[in-house]
């Protein structure tokens, strides 16, 4: 039997560990006993005989559905609650081909608490790529605040591809041998994109048919198979990160199924090479300096009254000369992994970390670093890899080591310090030689609801002016509410981002424009 190592990707090593803390903080509701039971589910008008017996079956385009039952069991973590369901949707591995293959998709239904003032269906994308929806929907009360779960239905799923759904395999060996992400010569350039050709061809082989169809376009479109067989006629949404390329995707394929839908830390799916490496240079650049300011003001600082900004750039040239080392390791530090190491803690503002790291590099101390690289245990054959999801909706062509170093450039001049974007650097590096099959476009939405974006003034993943450009594509049906603080993922920061979201989802109210939120307490 072939043994298998799960990795995670938007998010780097720990971070994902620090959210799922910051929430429980948060939210300290009690669990309540639900008593109404999802084991039956509903029924819906069009069901063809495969659906009924679950193998599927296309419907009227029109629908843009899938017939297909759900089959609720008691989920495995939570095998006494009543108000929690797990189950599986067998969907078409092509939509384009929805009589060809199909792969079971993995979700998890946790019902409204309050049954009478329920009013619908809320999915819930996490993002990644690669983040578990079933382990959202298991861990709710630390996800979303306890009107919304009084209200909704709370539904997710585990993203084609990735976890329990038919999950991406490479080989471990091979993933272990991944050459560094920041080519400094021609040829070590050409040999990432050789590299990265072996890979895809390998997680094919590994995974199948499904590997080519994984992009968020796909996902979209799985998602309204599952409204269908809810018997749903619209979804309401709350999606982060990654997760909000799916609701792009979804409100254009599916206007009039949209009752509402926010996106917290919202990517603009327009933006081409150039300015995914400037913007995300330039906001990485930005939290380094709210770093600095707090440093200044704040004398529990590892580095108060020192001189950050220079003690960083030294740094930086023993990276270059190749003396930075890591004493927890002996490895040679490059200028990628130290901004790298850096930009984990902007997630969080976890600065006090940050500050401790940096003193302990600038000692040649031992310092806990993450790394850029994907985590594999070698003493398994597979890897489960979400990062292909990312090379299948990003267009992001560099055809040249000239050019390569050209991006490079026109990140260090809006990045004088950090010098890039690390996650943009990384997932560049990662899709050298691929060709999207979901590319970026500026939206084109018909739907009449009004849609909400949530973004930080100064997030690490998802750069504020990419939500200014994602509101102006929507025109007049977008609000903006501005999380005026550091981090990635605002819902859940203050009590003024909360009731912004908790009221738009519940009772659909709009912002007023200009609406924002202080920052919290660093």
Same mark, same amino acid.
């Given at each position: 039997?072939?043994?298998?190592?799960?990795?995670?990707?938007?998010?780097?090593?720990?971070?994902?560990?620090?959210?799922?803390?910051?929430?429980?903080?948060?939210?300290?509701?009690?669990?309540?006993?639900?008593?109404?039971?999802?084991?039956?589910?509903?029924?819906?008008?069009?069901? *063809?005989?495969?659906?009924?017996?679950? #193998?599927? *079956?296309?419907?009227?385009?029109?629908?843009?559905?899938?017939?297909?039952?759900?089959?609720?069991?008691?989920?495995?973590?939570?095998?006494?609650?009543?108000?929690?369901?797990?189950?599986?949707?067998?969907?078409?591995? %092509?939509?384009?081909?929805?009589?060809?293959?199909?792969?079971?998709? &993995?979700?998890?239904?946790?019902? =409204?608490?309050?049954?009478?003032?329920?009013?619908? /269906?809320?999915?819930?994308?996490?993002?990644?790529?690669?983040?578990?929806? /079933?382990?959202? /929907?298991?861990?709710?009360?630390?996800?979303?605040?306890?009107?919304?779960?009084?209200?909704?239905?709370?539904?997710?799923?585990?993203?084609?591809?990735?976890?329990? *759904?038919?999950?991406?395999?490479?080989?471990?060996?091979?993933?272990?041998?991944?050459?560094?992400?920041?080519?400094? #010569?021609?040829?070590?350039?050409?040999?990432?994109?050789?590299?990265?050709?072996?890979?895809?061809?390998?997680?094919?082989?590994?995974?199948?048919? +499904?590997?080519?169809?994984?992009?968020?376009?796909?996902?979209?479109?799985?998602?309204?198979?599952?409204?269908?067989?809810?018997?749903?006629? @619209?979804?309401?949404?709350?999606?982060?990160?990654?997760?909000?390329?799916?609701?792009?995707?979804?409100?254009?394929?599916?206007?009039?199924?949209?009752?509402?839908?926010?996106?917290?830390?919202?990517?603009?799916?327009?933006?081409?090479?150039?300015?995914?490496?400037?913007?995300?240079? !330039?906001?990485?650049?930005?939290?380094?300096?709210?770093?600095?300011?707090?440093?200044?003001?704040?004398?529990?600082?590892?580095?108060?009254?020192?001189?950050?900004?220079?003690?960083?750039?030294?740094?930086?040239?023993? &990276?270059?000369?190749?003396? +930075? /080392?890591?004493?927890?390791?002996?490895?040679?530090?490059?200028?990628?992994?130290?901004?790298?190491?850096?930009?984990?803690?902007?997630? %969080?503002?976890?600065? =006090? %970390?940050? !500050?401790?790291?940096?003193?302990?590099?600038?000692?040649?101390?031992?310092?806990?670093?993450?790394?850029?690289?994907?985590?594999?245990?070698? *003493?398994?054959?597979?890897?489960?890899?979400?990062?292909?999801?990312?090379?299948?909706?990003?267009?992001?062509?560099?055809?040249?080591?000239?050019?390569?170093?050209?991006?490079?450039?026109?990140?260090?001049?809006?990045?004088?310090?950090?010098? =890039?974007?690390?996650?943009?650097?990384?997932?560049?590096?990662?899709?050298?030689?691929?060709? !999207?099959? #979901?590319?970026?476009?500026?939206?084109?939405?018909?739907?009449?609801?009004?849609?909400?974006?949530? #973004?930080?003034?100064?997030?690490?993943?998802?750069?504020?002016?990419?939500?200014?450009?994602?509101? %102006?594509?929507?025109?007049?049906?977008?609000?903006?509410?501005?999380? @005026?603080?550091?981090?990635?993922?605002?819902?859940?920061?203050?009590?003024?981002?909360?009731?912004?979201?908790?009221?738009?989802?519940?009772?659909?109210?709009?912002?007023? &424009?200009?609406?924002?939120?202080?920052?919290?307490?660093?």
């Amino acid at each position: 039997m072939l043994t298998t190592k799960r990795t995670t990707s938007w998010h780097p090593s720990g971070v994902d560990r620090r959210r799922r803390r910051l929430l429980r903080s948060l939210w300290t509701v009690l669990a309540v006993l639900v008593t109404l039971s999802l084991t039956a589910p509903p029924s819906f008008a069009g069901a *063809s005989p495969a659906a009924a017996d679950g #193998n599927g *079956s296309a419907v009227d385009d029109a629908t843009g559905g899938w017939a297909g039952r759900i089959d609720w069991q008691a989920c495995p973590e939570r095998p006494d609650d009543p108000g929690t369901r797990c189950g599986t949707l067998r969907l078409p591995v %092509d939509w384009a081909r929805p009589g060809g293959a199909t792969f079971p998709l &993995a979700l998890a239904r946790r019902a =409204a608490t309050d049954p009478a003032a329920r009013i619908g /269906v809320l999915v819930f994308n996490p993002g990644g790529p690669g983040l578990s929806g /079933v382990d959202t /929907v298991l861990t709710a009360p630390s996800q979303l605040g306890p009107d919304v779960l009084r209200r909704f239905d709370l539904v997710s799923f585990d993203p084609r591809g990735t976890v329990r *759904s038919a999950p991406v395999r490479c080989s471990s060996a091979l993933l272990a041998r991944h050459p560094s992400l920041t080519p400094t #010569n021609a040829a070590e350039f050409e040999g990432l994109r050789a590299y990265n050709s072996q890979l895809r061809d390998d997680c094919r082989a590994h995974s199948g048919p +499904l590997f080519d169809h994984i992009d968020s376009a796909s996902v979209a479109r799985d998602t309204d198979a599952i409204r269908a067989a809810l018997g749903e006629r @619209q979804l309401s949404f709350y999606q982060w990160s990654y997760g909000t390329l799916i609701g792009q995707s979804y409100a254009e394929l599916f206007p009039d199924r949209v009752r509402a839908l926010v996106m917290d830390s919202v990517m603009d799916h327009s933006q081409g090479v150039g300015r995914f490496f400037r913007s995300g240079a !330039a906001s990485n650049e930005a939290l380094f300096h709210e770093f600095v300011t707090w440093c200044e003001r704040t004398p529990s600082c590892a580095l108060h009254g020192r001189d950050v900004p220079a003690l960083f750039d030294r740094l930086m040239r023993r &990276a270059d000369a190749g003396t +930075l /080392v890591d004493a927890s390791t002996g490895a040679t530090l490059t200028w990628f992994e130290l901004g790298f190491a850096t930009f984990v803690n902007f997630f %969080d503002a976890t600065w =006090a %970390d940050l !500050a401790t790291m940096l003193l302990a590099l600038e000692r040649g101390e031992p310092a806990s670093l993450a790394s850029p690289m994907v985590p594999v245990d070698t *003493s398994q054959e597979l890897t489960e890899y979400a990062l292909p999801a990312f090379c299948q909706d990003w267009s992001l062509p560099v055809d040249s080591f000239a050019d390569w170093n050209r991006y490079l450039e026109l990140s260090r001049a809006a990045a004088p310090h950090l010098r =890039a974007s690390p996650l943009t650097v990384r997932f560049a590096a990662i899709c050298l030689g691929w060709t !999207a099959v #979901n590319p970026q476009h500026r939206l084109r939405l018909e739907t009449r609801a009004p849609l909400l974006v949530l #973004n930080g003034r100064y997030d690490p993943a998802t750069p504020y002016d990419g939500a200014l450009r994602v509101v %102006d594509q929507l025109g007049r049906r977008g609000a903006l509410v501005t999380y @005026q603080g550091s981090g990635h993922a605002s819902y859940p920061r203050t009590a003024c981002t909360r009731t912004y979201v908790e009221r738009y989802l519940i009772e659909r109210a709009v912002p007023p &424009a200009g609406a924002s939120c202080p920052a919290a307490p660093a």
